[in-house]
């Protein structure tokens, strides 16, 4: 695991009780993953059916049987450019919920330490480039997920406020674009990279002459892996007390309370669906739908403050790629066997 030699002892224990919520999804499997591998056995974790987080009294109840050491909430609803689009009011009302009823919980039955998963979106659309942590708040956000984004800001600004006023370690990662295990391959619902090898996967299979993909291909987006996503999860949680001498500071020096995880590293849309194709091994035309919005025209993070602190990406996007794709038609078979 990618992790940086830390002179201090890490800030969470192999003895801790850890909630993960949202386990079942794709940044939350890959948070259970790496907390495996780094060797924490006690992992609380609760699937929708016997906890649903929208359900405010069930969380607080729960917590206070459980009473969890740390918690790490992954659990959102999310979706593309077409899902964001479509549903506003579930966007922002579901999320709120959800992070609203689980962070307050948690401070209230004495969580130690509380990590909260972001997202890149909450951004303004227009803002310098690559990304850094204060440009928050800082102008407009992009229209076709605004409401996704604004849950997100009331999630990182409750953790902020939780920690000014009465002193809860709650700190937040703001991961770029996820792609890889436990990803959701729905044609309307899903992300760009998900959408795109079940385009291309479903094209190769057909002997199709061509694809047409959404938008214009020219925006440019960040990739990053799940699985780096779970190990800078548990990174974060062993090793970054926003508190602390030389903790990751804003521009105007003050202490951040939430950080950029991604790669750094940016591609087109265009470059990414010419790899998809490679990876999938669809060898036809490739068309762009201009009619359809390309989002955001650029999202690059800054990732220099969590590189500072010791972590850094791992997965290469082609070898992500490459395993992504596989891991898809695996699943595929195991759906057509099961027929």
Not at 22 to 43: D, F, K, N, Q
Not at 141 to 166: D, F
Not at 196 to 204: D, L, P, Q, T, V
Not at 281 to 304: C, E, M, N, R
Request: aromatic share 8%.
């Amino acid at each position: 695991m990618n992790r940086a030699a830390a002179s201090s002892p890490p800030l969470i224990s192999p003895d801790d009780r850890i909630y993960v919520a949202g386990h079942r999804g794709m940044a939350g499997s890959a948070v259970v993953r790496a907390l495996g591998a780094a060797g924490y056995g006690e992992l609380l974790m609760a699937s929708r059916s016997e906890l649903d987080l929208e359900d405010g009294p069930a969380v607080r109840a729960w917590f206070e049987a459980n009473r969890p050491d740390v918690v790490v909430l992954a659990a959102a609803k999310v979706g593309g450019i077409h899902f964001n689009d479509t549903y506003p009011a579930d966007f922002l009302l579901d999320n709120l919920k959800i992070q609203t009823h689980v962070i307050e919980s948690a401070w209230r039955s004495g969580t130690r330490r509380l990590l909260f998963l972001g997202s890149s979106c909450i951004y303004p659309r227009d803002c310098p480039q690559p990304i850094k942590e204060e440009y928050l708040l800082t102008g407009p956000l992009e229209p076709t997920n605004e409401w996704y984004a604004i849950a997100k800001i009331a999630g990182i600004k409750l953790c902020a406020a939780l920690r000014q006023q009465y002193g809860f370690d709650a700190i937040s990662l703001m991961p770029t674009n996820l792609y890889g295990p436990g990803d959701n391959y729905h044609p309307l619902n899903s992300h760009v990279m998900a959408a795109m090898i079940r385009r291309f996967h479903e094209a190769k299979e057909a002997g199709a002459a061509s694809v047409t993909c959404w938008g214009t291909g020219s925006p440019l987006r960040e990739f990053l892996h799940a699985d780096d996503l779970g190990e800078a999860c548990v990174f974060a949680l062993e090793h970054w007390d926003p508190a602390a001498p030389g903790a990751p500071r804003d521009d105007q020096g003050e202490p951040l309370t939430h950080l950029n995880v991604g790669t750094g590293v940016d591609l087109t849309i265009k470059e990414l669906a010419e790899a998809v194709a490679v990876a999938t091994g669809f060898t036809g035309a490739i068309h762009w739908d201009a009619s359809k919005p390309d989002g955001t025209p650029k999202k690059q993070l800054d990732v220099g403050r969590l590189a500072a602190l010791g972590w850094l990406a791992h997965i290469p996007l082609a070898e992500g790629l490459r395993s992504t794709v596989a891991l898809f038609r695996e699943q595929l078979q195991q759906q057509l066997v099961r027929l």
